[in-house]
């Protein structure tokens, strides 16, 4: 069998969540926050197949009405404490029983509610060069980093104040999106795969990780509808 075309989308959607009691289905403009990324991943040029793992009945029902496949995840990889990386590894093993992989792997978090496949296609494109197994999303970070005890990061606060604009240009990883070498993940075993570059990305959007974030991301949502 020949390999698929196009990059496999992986989408790891958990049914538990400490923070935000089944985050994974929350709606954000009325679009369950899997469905939104199941819908970025199939707004891109680069991906040919959509994959959600999950554990949850109600998050694999509402992936398939939106044409994803669904690998079920155990239970061994579905707490709090499973990475990742076990649930898109775990996948691909399964996958790899039914056919051929796709040379390349995005995997998109649900966290992201406002990714888009543009996006997702930046993303992508730096895997080109041959030297390169991983590539991420970051968007540009402007500001003054601290440690707790004092020490600056990224200036040294026992120097003369520098301009913001003078900083050594920082970038914040976003969570939103990973692409990799399918051989060079399974061989690591981890999203940065070595050699890896970021990708730089603007207006990414923010991220859900508590229920002010949720209700950050509805807000904009629903002005972006108006």
């Known amino acids: 069998m020949a390999v698929p075309r196009g990059a496999l989308a992986l989408i790891p959607a958990r049914g538990g969540s400490k923070g935000i009691p089944g985050k994974n289905l929350q709606k ?10 199941i819908r ?10 959509v994959v959600v793992s999950t554990d949850n009945d109600a998050i694999a029902a509402a992936a398939e009405v ?3 496949g669904v690998i079920r995840r155990p ?7 499973a990475s990742s990386e076990s649930a898109l590894l775990h996948a691909l093993d399964v996958l790899e029983q039914e ?3 796709e040379t390349e792997l995005v995997f998109l978090q649900c966290t992201s509610p406002f990714t888009t496949g543009a996006q997702i ?6 895997l080109s060069p041959e030297r390169c197994n991983s590539s991420f999303a970051v968007t540009p970070w402007h500001g ?8 600056g990061i990224n200036h040294d606060p026992e120097q003369p104040r520098q301009r913001r604009q003078d900083l050594e240009p920082a970038f914040l990883e976003t969570g939103a999106i990973y692409a990799m070498r399918v051989a060079a993940f399974r061989r690591c075993g981890s999203r940065f795969c070595r050699p890896s570059i970021p990708v730089v990305l603007e207006q990414m959007g923010p991220e859900i990780d508590t229920p002010d974030d949720l209700a950050l991301c509805r807000s904009i949502a629903e002005h972006k509808a108006e």
Request: some cysteine.
């Open 99 to 101: 056919g051929p992989l």
């Open 28 to 37: 954000v403009g009325g679009v369950p926050l899997v469905c939104r990324s």
């Open 121 to 126: 296609d930046a993303v992508l494109t730096a």
């Open 144 to 151: 003054f980093l601290w440690r707790v005890d004092g020490r």
């Open 66 to 68: 939106e044409g994803a």
């Open 75 to 81: 239970a061994a990889i579905a707490g709090d404490t």
């Open 40 to 49: 970025a991943a199939q707004a891109s040029h680069g991906v040919g197949r």
